[in-house]
């Protein structure tokens, strides 16, 4: 694979992550805005208070806003497998799309591919486990929907980033296990209370059933959970041996 072009735009929005710095995630926004361009300048903002390791335009273009090494403010108010600074571990890509509210579209190819490129890069270089790669919605489900649904996790997957497992459609002899759909939720890293688990629902059909992200508990979602948190689980192991 070719070296990656990568533009640079200083953010001064960043601190120390301690030392020695742990990098063992990923995680994926879109910017949300009118256009790239004031994303980008919001993220250099010193007033903002916030900024990503790296943006990636529609065309492909791929900016480096803060050192890997330094601490971005890009998670926010956040939690992933009860664990809530992430700032502190993690690398933050922001994907250019104008998001739900500026009139959400699909992202193009040429964006996909340097995401892709991106992505397998810090992968490499971190040793980041496929369940570390995760989504700001799957972070803060109560308060984010991107990269949103049109998002294309499975193609990340297929290309070696993240997970998407094998799909098998649920039978008519299933039953729903309310508790045990919960505690997949929960054991795949969705930090949230059992008796409000809507919006992380929502969160996780956004990402692995994302023609139906209703915060419902329907059969699919819940054989859905099953097969998900199998393919997180066995990501844990491989990381741990």
């Not at 490499?124 to 998002?151: C, M």
Request: a negative charge; proline letters at 7%.
């Amino acid at each position: 694979m070719t070296a990656l072009e990568i533009h640079t735009r200083p953010s001064p929005n960043h601190d120390n992550r301690g030392n020695p710095a742990h990098i063992d995630m990923l995680v994926l926004h879109y910017t949300g805005m009118r256009n790239g361009q004031a994303a980008l300048e919001r993220l250099c903002d010193p007033e903002a208070r916030v900024s990503a390791h790296y943006v990636v335009e529609e065309n492909g273009r791929i900016w480096s806003l803060v050192p890997e090494d330094r601490r971005a403010f890009h998670a926010g108010r956040s939690c992933w497998e009860e664990e809530s600074d992430l700032n502190a571990v993690s690398i933050g890509i922001e994907i250019v799309n104008p998001g739900h509210e500026w009139g959400y579209q699909p992202f193009p190819n040429s964006q996909m591919l340097s995401v892709e490129r991106l992505c397998l890069d810090l992968i490499a270089r971190h040793r980041i486990p496929a369940h570390r790669v995760v989504g700001h919605s799957d972070i803060a489900p109560d308060r984010k929907s991107d990269p949103g649904e049109l998002f294309d996790w499975r193609r990340l997957a297929h290309a070696g980033i993240g997970i998407w497992p094998s799909t098998y459609p649920p039978t008519s002899e299933q039953e729903i296990n309310d508790g045990g759909s919960l505690e997949n939720l929960r054991a795949i890293g969705y930090c949230m209370a059992l008796e409000a688990p809507t919006a992380a629902l929502v969160a996780f059909q956004r990402r692995f059933r994302p023609a139906r992200s209703d915060g419902c508990l329907d059969l699919e979602t819940a054989t859905r959970l099953t097969e998900v948190r199998a393919a997180f689980d066995r990501s844990r192991a491989r990381s741990h041996v």
